[in-house]
């Protein structure tokens, strides 16, 4: 951190957490007047847990969790739940470079309860969840789809 710049900071805040108040305020602002509607955001396994070197992300992923708690308290009289859901790590493009390295490899999966990465697909299901109306009377949580990592030293 001690290295990283403000410009460098500021991109990773606003991508990962100023663009989910952005845009669960205009989605808010129509789910209002119906009195429902459902906000879905995006954590991560860094919602909960700090690693080096992606601090910036770690502080917006975190902040996704609060953002989520927020809209929750505020929103949930009016109708609209709002949760997270927080993937552990996954196998997609943007990760290739972790995947592609030996020893950032063996370190999630011998960290990983279920042994290995985490596929996309398997998002899906607690996004239905979390969408139907079998969520009703779930709002400000996070639900982690991480193969168990944060649940164990």
């Known amino acids: 951190m001690v290295d990283l710049s403000l410009a460098d900071w500021q991109r990773v ?3 990962n957490l100023t663009s989910a108040f ?3 305020r205009e989605a808010a602002r129509r789910m209002i007047p ?8 995006i954590g991560s396994l860094t919602s909960e847990l700090a690693r080096a070197t992606v601090v ?3 502080v917006a992923k975190g902040g996704i969790r609060l953002l989520t708690k927020g809209m929750a308290a505020e929103w949930t009289p009016l109708g609209i739940q709002a949760n997270a859901i ?4 996954m196998l997609t493009e943007m990760n290739a470079a972790l ?3 030996p020893q950032f490899d063996a370190w999630v999966k011998g960290r990983t309860p279920a042994g290995r990465w985490g596929r996309p697909d398997e ?3 607690t996004a239905v969840y979390l969408a139907s109306d079998a969520s009703n009377y779930v709002s400000g949580q996070m639900i982690f789809v991480d193969g168990g990592m944060i649940s164990v030293l």
């Open 13 to 15: 805040i606003d991508t």
């Open 22 to 24: 952005l845009l669960g």
């Open 34 to 41: 119906r009195g429902r509607g459902k906000i879905i955001n």
């Open 56 to 58: 910036p992300y770690t």
């Open 86 to 89: 927080g993937p552990g790590y």
């Open 99 to 101: 995947t592609a390295n």
């Open 123 to 125: 998002l899906v299901g």
